[in-house]
């Protein structure tokens, strides 16, 4: 059975459409790579599912559990399935509380005795590779690529078995964005947990996804193996947004580069820019 | 913007109804009543309730204020309960004298407090830090404490202007001046101590914003960048304050006029408080509720020039 | 703290409030107004124990100015003024203590709920605080005293109830502000109910704002409890209050002006130290706050001066040794060199915190406040520009070398439409009439292909998407036809599909005008796309400088080969990454060795023992380490 899935899920905000009928599934232990431009709904579906915006229509199921319209107490006992890691590791911590308070946040309903819960703290800091002394200090004192690890540190207090990371690594420098997609795949192999890996960039999800699903103006364009999705052979059919998304990816690579410059040059000539607003 | 007055007009009402409704209630349930101050040392019960029933006061409250309400409508603000005098003529003849206090402070304060708060954000350092302290200095004085101490200084030691009372505009322009300064100097320092910190406050904003460096970057001179651009974008928080100032002298005014002696309404608010002069209360609250309601609209009007945002669909 | 309650969360409000108070502990201002306010106070509250009474009369020494028996001097009666200070000021202090209660509970819990709660109740909210903030308070006031003559308290209660408006706004404003922080929505996640998360994570990112505002609220409330005072509708004589003193010394400015320091005085004192402990405390809390509020003059970039330049080189821009200091002396760049000459495109490549922005803003000078900027040479266009002054450095912007940003929306000023902005900047370098400037914009629309370019004219910011914003901002940069364009990050905050489109049209601009191209980023695919040259900066070095068909086939530094390697675009989908251990080291704790060498596979004694050179080789290749990795493959 899938951990998660959606079927026909449709949001809206006051004045637009942000998803149409958008289905998708998250088996166990695997990562779904949700992929697409500013404006797709990507991080719309990630928030629907958190219970952070109102569904219109469509199903959340998660576990085989119905969670579409949960609220209050039902939605809060939900924490310990389903967590999230978000975009900017500095936006993602209160200022005014220690790391050790941020990271217990997540059980602040267990009922836990403070030595409990301080092991516990200590613990998880130690998976994600910070010194247990972290605890005790404020968030300003950490860089970007710690407080990120920090940040699945939390996530992963209540023992989830669903992560959302909202690109989660996106605001990182190269070598950071290395350390922590090594760490999340670490952390998959020893606990069995299931990424839903939203992200506008592709090399990152040619990476670490098993499957993607390419989204577009809040509908599924492609959904598939991320193999099959992302292939760089040109001979495996792909939806033409998909290749158009792949070929704009620049890649460190200046021979590459000069091939695709020239297939995008081709079309071009045929009609304007189109005009984005 | 047709649409933007007609509605704060509208918006206003309300607020005109609220506060001479409130006026009316609390008046009412005040402990004396002006027939007693009327009657003062006579304590017939008989004439007693003559006099309220002259005044209309042993109606219901209701009742009264029904009468007052459809009084205003027809332009009739009924008579002062002491001297019989209509009150649109009481406040009528006070109206000029504010209004020349106001206006004249109104400009001293956009002046004076956009120079020093320009100077503040265009020379920053030693000078910054000396208006910052000369404003906060400025908000903080007890206006009737400055107005002794200007009394004591220009008007009784220098003898450089009169120290208190009025000379109409028409019967003197030169004296008008004169008899005004120290009011006006008055009742502008914490205005202008307001108004300098916020344009400084506002411009320092806007300097650090990303357009400002773009503009630098691409070559656009210091009266581009700073006389177009910023103050332009520091200009709309800076109109909103100066709104809240402008109200505040209305309270500032009641002082200042007490003070020197000045016949405006002011003063008067003080006189009709004590006699508990409803009618006279009355007028002088609905003229300070007008006067407030034209200040909110042209401040939502010069907001909403400066702002693309509100005027395009 | 022991090291169970730092995790529980117990007292989180009062955390976040001791960070106030420490705060204001660490500034000497803050210090000194909380003491004059709280010797005030206690002074007060002792009065009855300190000296005479207040209503004890000395008709033998009335209007006495200061004496050994009546420090502050005496009234009309001969009483004591510092006991009717002292006395008065219970009365004040109390009716303003009343007011301030009444503001921060009502202000606080309206703004709270309204926005948090949104909704109605926020839209009630707002019109509540709309038209008590639009009513004449003091008009009120004066109706309520007339009600209650000569109470104040239920004067002041009515001044709290009508100011409480103001702070609503405040407190609201800052709460829409912070529940949209992702903290907010990962307390939400980890299933804290509202209450909670007000009190843990709401409350303490408005206690700034609403501690500096009811500071400036108690100064005003003074004041107008000083006035009430005067105007004799305050508390009744003979009981002092502070606004009965000032109207006492009003009836003896001809006998004793001296009655004016003393009454008058103590109320100023007070509001003074109130409106300035506002401002403290708005500093210490609000991070975009650094001590001077930002000034004009304070934006110009100095420049240090030497006594002797190098000679100006033949490229197009030469930079040699180029330092930028920060305002408190931080070195953020550290001797850069590099060229460009005429039509090339150099990238500026690194992490967050290299350098390579502070690098090209130190050759515009356009550093942040206070920051200097030291070189042996910049020369453009064959001219030393470290010569110049501001004005002519302002000539050199624009019409040498043009500017793009990384965020294109907010590099156009809200206010004016995207045609009166290029006319302006056209009119400005060329001397163009108004109508040949309208022409000339409409032809840079069209020359960065924005289709429609009358439509997009008459746009304002706002209604642009990032792309076309972008494309705007090259039009502006090439209004002065600049010989170089520096652009940073241009592309990092657009969609991939547009960065590509962005990046062909900067490179056919190149092509068909010349123009040369600094291009400052941290994505390498984009330097493989459109530059001719990298130079590498690590830790405020240039470590690498070199062709970029060579960057990528055979890296020098070993820090380019690491952060080429750790590139998820070049490794096996799957795989692990190679990391380097550690962080780039922050400015100002950079070793006196090689700065990479903590991190580095290959580091070697020699390389910590000193500051590394660059060394150039045949190719003319430049690295900055001592054991270069393609170096020694050949």
């Known amino acids: 059975m899938n951990l998660l899935e959606i079927a026909g899920l449709g949001v809206r905000y006051r004045d637009h459409q942000a998803l149409t009928g958008v289905s998708l599934a998250v088996p166990p232990n695997t990562t779904v790579g949700l992929v697409g431009e500013s404006g797709s709904g990507k991080t719309t579906l990630g928030r629907a599912v958190l219970g952070l915006v109102p569904v219109a229509e469509g ?96 996530a992963l207090m209540p023992g989830p078995r669903l992560l959302i990371c909202d690109e989660a690594v996106s605001a990182l420098d190269l070598s950071v964005q290395a350390h922590v997609l090594n760490l999340l795949a670490d952390l998959q192999a020893e606990q069995g947990l299931s990424y839903l890996f939203i992200t506008h960039d592709l090399a990152v999800v040619r990476h670490i996804a098993d499957r993607v699903v390419v989204l577009r103006r809040g509908e599924v364009v492609e959904a598939g193996p991320v193999e099959q999705v992302c292939s760089t052979d040109p001979d495996v059919p792909r939806h033409p947004y998909t290749r158009a998304l792949l070929a704009a990816a620049p890649v460190p690579d200046p021979a590459e580069q000069a091939r695709r410059r020239a297939l995008r040059a081709a079309p071009a000539q045929e009609g304007p820019v189109p005009c984005e607003s | 913007m047709a649409r933007l007055v007609g509605g704060r007009v509208l918006w206003s009402l309300p607020l005109l109804l609220a506060l001479s409704a409130l006026t009316f209630v609390l008046a009412w349930l005040t402990p004396g009543d002006a027939a007693r101050t009327i009657l003062g040392t006579n304590t017939d019960p008989v004439a007693y309730a003559e006099v309220r029933a002259r005044l209309g006061l042993d109606r219901p409250l209701v009742e009264q204020y029904w009468h007052w309400l459809t009084g205003v409508v027809r332009g009739d603000l009924g008579g002062s309960v002491f001297t019989g005098e209509p009150v649109s003529a009481i406040v009528g003849d006070r109206l000029p004298v504010t209004l020349s206090l106001l206006g004249l402070s109104a400009l001293v304060i956009a002046a004076v407090g956009t120079g020093i708060g320009l100077v503040g954000a265009l020379r920053g350092g030693l000078a910054g830090r000396l208006l910052d302290g000369v404003a906060v200095v400025g908000m903080s004085v007890p206006a009737p404490w400055l107005g002794l101490v200007l009394i004591v200084v220009f008007a009784v030691d220098l003898a450089l202007f009169p120290v208190t009372g009025y000379v109409a505009f028409a019967d003197a322009p030169a004296d008008w001046a004169l008899s005004l300064v120290l009011p006006v100097v008055c009742l502008s320092v914490g205005g202008i101590a307001v108004v300098a910190k916020q344009v400084r406050g506002a411009l320092a904003d806007v300097l650090g914003r990303g357009y400002i460096r773009a503009l630098r970057a691409n070559g656009m001179p210091t009266r581009s960048v700073v006389f177009r651009h910023a103050t332009r974008n520091a200009a709309l928080p800076v109109v909103n304050v100066f709104g809240v100032v402008l109200i505040g002298l209305l309270g500032g005014s009641i002082v200042v006029e007490q003070l020197f002696a000045l016949p405006g309404l002011g003063q008067l608010t003080v006189t009709a408080t004590a006699q508990h002069d409803l009618p006279v209360l009355e007028g002088v609250v609905l003229c300070f509720t007008i006067l407030v309601v034209v200040v909110n609209l042209v401040t939502d009007v010069i907001s909403g020039k400066l702002t693309p945002r509100a005027v395009t669909p | 703290m022991s090291a169970g309650s730092a995790v529980t969360g117990v007292g989180s409000t009062g955390r976040a409030g001791g960070g106030v108070v420490r705060a204001v502990a660490r500034r000497p201002l803050g210090v000194v107004c909380v003491a004059w306010l709280g010797l005030l106070v206690l002074a007060c509250l002792l009065a009855g124990w300190l000296g005479s009474s207040p209503q004890e009369q000395d008709l033998e020494a009335v209007y006495s100015g200061p004496s050994a028996a009546h420090w502050l001097g005496t009234d009309q009666l001969g009483r004591d003024l510092l006991s009717r200070v002292l006395h008065g000021g219970r009365v004040s202090l109390l009716v303003v203590g009343v007011a301030l209660a009444v503001h921060v509970v009502l202000g606080v819990v309206l703004g709270l709920v309204a926005g948090y709660r949104r909704g109605l109740v926020d839209r009630i909210v707002s019109r509540l605080a709309d038209l008590l903030l639009s009513a004449p308070a003091v008009v009120i006031l004066l109706v309520v005293l007339a009600v209650f003559p000569h109470n104040e308290a239920a004067a002041m209660t009515t001044l709290g109830v009508l100011s409480s408006a103001g702070l609503a706004r405040v407190v609201r404003a800052s709460a829409i502000r912070v529940r949209e922080e992702p903290y907010v929505a990962a307390a939400t996640v980890a299933g804290l109910g509202t209450v909670r998360i007000l009190v843990r994570h709401v409350l303490p990112a408005v206690a700034g704002p609403v501690i500096s505002l009811v500071s400036l609220v108690a100064g005003s409330a003074l004041l107008v409890e000083a006035s009430l005072g005067f105007l004799g509708l305050g508390t009744q004589p003979p009981e002092p209050s502070w606004g009965g003193l000032i109207a006492d010394a009003s009836q003896a400015i001809y006998r004793q002006p001296w009655m004016l320091v003393p009454t008058g005085g103590v109320v100023a004192v007070t509001a003074v130290a109130c409106a300035l402990l506002g401002d403290v405390v708005r500093d210490a809390t609000d991070d975009r706050a650094t001590g001077e509020p ?9 420049v240090v001066a030497r006594e002797s330049r190098e000679p100006a080189a033949l490229c197009l821009l030469s930079v040699r040794d180029l330092t930028v200091r920060l305002a408190d002396g931080t070195p953020v760049v550290d001797g850069v060199d590099f060229d460009v000459a005429a039509g090339q495109a150099l990238g500026l490549v690194g992490e967050s915190g290299c350098g390579k922005t502070m690098a090209v803003s130190g050759v515009l000078r356009l550093l942040p406040p206070g920051a200097t900027v030291d070189a042996a040479t910049i020369t453009f266009d064959g001219r030393e520009t470290l010569g110049l002054t501001e004005r002519e450095m302002v000539g050199v912007r624009g019409r040498g070398i043009g500017y793009i940003g990384q965020d294109p929306v907010a590099s156009l000023d809200p206010l004016f439409t995207v045609g009166d902005q290029l006319v302006e900047a056209v009119r400005h370098h060329t001397g163009a009439t108004r109508r040949q400037a309208r022409a000339k914009a409409l032809e840079l629309l069209a020359a960065v292909r924005l289709p429609d370019p009358a439509a997009v004219a008459a746009r304002y910011p706002h209604e642009l998407s990032g792309g076309m914003a972008q494309r705007v901002s090259i039009a502006r940069a090439l209004a002065g036809e600049p010989r170089l364009l520096i652009a940073d990050e241009p592309t990092t905050a657009l969609d991939v599909t547009v960065q590509a489109e962005i990046l062909d049209l900067l490179r056919d601009l190149r092509s068909r005008t010349g123009m040369a191209l600094v291009l400052v980023t941290h994505d390498w695919g984009v330097v493989a796309d459109t530059c001719d040259t990298a130079v590498v900066m690590y830790a405020g070095q240039v470590v690498e400088n070199t062709g970029v068909a060579e960057v990528f086939a055979a890296p020098r530094h070993p820090y380019t080969e690491a952060l080429l390697a750790a590139n998820p675009a070049a490794a096996e989908p799957g795989s692990r990454l190679p990391v380097l251990p550690g962080a780039v080291p922050a400015p100002g704790h950079w070793p006196t060795g090689c700065r990479f060498a903590l991190r580095c596979p290959h580091v070697t004694t020699e390389c910590v023992a000193a500051p590394i050179q660059s060394t150039s080789d045949t190719a003319g290749a430049v690295s900055r380490c001592l054991h270069p990795r393609a170096g020694a493959r050949t």
């Open chain 3, 294 to 302: 930002l000034s004009w003059r304070r934006m110009r970039t100095r």
């Open chain 1, 59 to 154: 199903v959340i199921r998660l576990a085989g559990r119905d969670i579409t319209h949960l609220r209050g107490r039902a939605r809060r006992g939900l924490s310990g399935q389903v967590q999230v890691v978000f975009q900017n590791p500095y936006l993602s911590f209160n200022p005014s509380r220690t790391i050790g308070q941020a990271v217990a946040e997540p059980l602040t309903l267990a009922g836990l005795r403070p030595a409990q819960l301080r092991g516990r703290v200590d613990a998880m800091l130690d998976r994600v590779g910070l010194d247990r002394s972290a605890a005790d200090r404020y968030p300003s004192r950490f860089s970007g690529g710690q407080l990120q690890r920090i940040a699945i540190a939390r």
